[in-house]
């Protein structure tokens, strides 16, 4: 218990030593921001601290910093953020920027995964002079929800190029996945000596029970609502169908086309709850009923 407090004590004396001036000019927006009540609604911040609360709160938050391990959180969380708001961690001031932009923090819960800033405000001085500028600040909370979706959208084409690379971890596919329910999937037809094998009742994502590794040309995929995906030269093996089918909506999928390389008369079909696959290599066919069946035994 002596060790955390002089830890925090020695902390603490760190950052006034480094940030004294920003800290006290900090407190003076804090000063004037609970003054502005109708401004902290309208940009839906709330019940923040004031300078006689604030000394507490960021005593603790340099703590905690000084507690984290993972990379994600030491390269993103920094001691000198002010945090903003009672009872949360949701909100800061980052008074290394002479701006003073004040800020709420998002995670992106898919790999790569990563914390991001959605900005309430980039300068403070647009919240302090909001009355003298006639600053419209219900656009400015409209303008940076945008920005942040903006940002989303940027996170989850980097995740689509990742996973085309082979870089982004795509788990097994599960029975939940593959069956609408319980009772359907029970009927498979094998035809022409094991080369040839259909199930009905069965989602998109069957195909993933297919070898990840295996070399396929996707040669179309229609979707129930919106237009066809175009970029299909980036599907190059199964585990980047698992993935896109996945990354769309396995239930939105309404049909798809797929060829083995290196194989004359081999194709997958999927079309309304049904799969065709057919192969001229019958141990393709043989082993994916297996493991179709497997998976049924394990209910």
């Excluded at 009355?131 to 219900?138: A, E, R, Y």
């Amino acid at each position: 218990m002596l060790n955390q407090q002089n830890l925090i004590k020695d902390n603490w004396d760190s950052f006034r030593m480094n940030w004294s001036k920003q800290y006290k000019n900090a407190k003076y927006i804090l000063s004037y921001l609970n003054s502005y009540p109708d401004v902290l609604t309208t940009i839906k911040l709330t019940d923040i601290y004031n300078p006689n609360s604030i000394d507490s709160a960021q005593k603790e938050w340099i703590w905690l910093c000084s507690k984290l391990t993972h990379p994600l959180d030491t390269e993103f969380f920094k001691p000198y953020w002010i945090p903003i708001q009672k009872e949360s961690y949701d909100y800061f001031m980052d008074i290394s920027d002479e701006k003073y932009p004040i800020f709420e923090i998002h995670y992106f819960f898919y790999e790569p995964f990563k914390w991001y800033k959605k900005f309430i405000t980039e300068d403070i001085s647009e919240l302090l002079l909001a009355d003298d500028t006639d600053l419209d600040l219900k656009q400015l909370v409209g303008k940076n929800e945008r920005i942040r979706w903006r940002q989303v959208d940027a996170f989850f084409a980097e995740r689509k190029r990742l996973a085309f690379q082979g870089k982004i971890y795509v788990k097994e596919v599960t029975l939940d996945e593959i069956l609408f329910d319980s009772d359907c999937g029970k009927e498979i037809s094998f035809y022409n000596d094991e080369c040839f094998i259909r199930i009905s009742g069965v989602t998109s994502l069957i195909v993933g029970l297919l070898p990840f590794e295996l070399p396929i040309k996707l040669k179309n995929i229609n979707y129930k609502h919106g237009k066809p995906y175009i970029y299909l030269e980036n599907v190059k093996i199964i585990r980047d169908l698992v993935f896109l089918l996945r990354d769309t909506g396995i239930l939105r999928v309404a049909s798809y086309r797929v060829d083995f390389v290196g194989f004359n008369n081999s194709y997958i079909e999927f079309k309304e709850g049904e799969f065709i696959l057919n192969h001229s290599k019958n141990k393709v066919v043989v082993d994916f009923a297996k493991a179709f069946k497997l998976r049924k035994l394990k209910t």
